[in-house]
């Protein structure tokens, strides 16, 4: 499965946008781009999936440019609450359904 | 989405003892998994457990160590054996998503310290 690089952290304040890239320049054909959430001494949390373009929910944006070699999570009017890891995954389409988690970056959000 | 709950939630052991830990899942799936995450590490796949057949195991963790059953569709196990120090991790659960497999729902994990 294609590696992720992610950067290990970031800072913002409240009510910011934060925009938190991750590139997997090997990512193959049949790969989805998945982010995850985790909090202090919680098991981690499905935020957003997407294949290519942009993919929106009610937590998330999903930016993924058309060679899918990287793609950027948005998180809108970030709160103290969005304090937390924040992880890029490549998820092989039926292969077993592994997730290999690589470092994540943790966010901090001040006020 | 599947609600998981793990037990013990905590607990602190003592060398060369060994610690079974409790996986539940409010639904039938097919594929359970067990990860290990070390204090401000990530995640790191211990084994894929699917019922009715041998937990398959990552490179790095072996059966004996971390023996591992799934008797129904609702449950599993996950043993830590002989335990030393090194051993202290959240141990989590997760298990494949109910439309189309492609994420996987965690519990909440059991954070293990061995004295």
């Known amino acids: 499965l294609a590696k992720t690089t992610q950067p290990i952290s970031m800072d913002s304040y409240e009510g910011q946008e934060v925009n938190i890239t991750c590139s997997h320049n090997?990512?193959?054909?049949?790969?989805?781009i998945t982010w995850y959430q985790q909090f202090p001494s919680q098991g981690p949390r499905f935020i957003i999936q997407?294949?290519?373009t942009k993919v929106t929910n009610e937590v998330a944006s999903l930016f993924i440019p058309a060679d899918r070699k990287s793609s950027t999570l948005s998180l809108p009017r970030v709160s103290l609450s969005d304090t937390a890891v924040y992880y890029c995954?490549?998820?092989?389409?039926?292969?077993?359904?592994?997730?290999?988690f690589g470092g994540g970056t943790r966010l901090m959000v001040k006020p | 989405s599947a609600v998981i709950s793990q037990k013990p939630s905590r607990d602190i052991c003592q060398r060369g003892t060994s610690l079974t830990i409790q996986c539940q899942v409010d639904?039938?799936?097919?594929?359970m998994f067990w990860y290990r995450q070390q204090p401000g590490q990530s995640l790191t796949l211990i084994a894929t457990?699917?019922?009715?057949?041998?937990?398959?195991?990552e490179s790095g963790f072996v059966i004996d160590k971390f023996p591992i059953s799934r008797p129904n569709l609702t449950f599993s196990t996950l043993t830590v054996s002989n335990m030393s120090p090194e051993d202290s991790s959240i141990y989590l659960c997760?298990?494949?998503?109910?439309?189309?497999?492609?994420?996987?729902?965690f519990g909440p994990g059991t954070r293990l310290l061995v004295l």
């Open positions: 995954l490549v998820v092989r389409w039926n292969a077993g359904n592994m997730l290999t």
């Open positions: 997407g294949y290519k």
């Open positions: 639904s039938q799936v097919t594929m």
């Open positions: 457990a699917n019922q009715g057949s041998e937990a398959t195991y």
């Open positions: 997760s298990v494949d998503g109910l439309a189309g497999g492609e994420t996987q729902y």
């Open positions: 090997n990512i193959a054909t049949n790969d989805y």
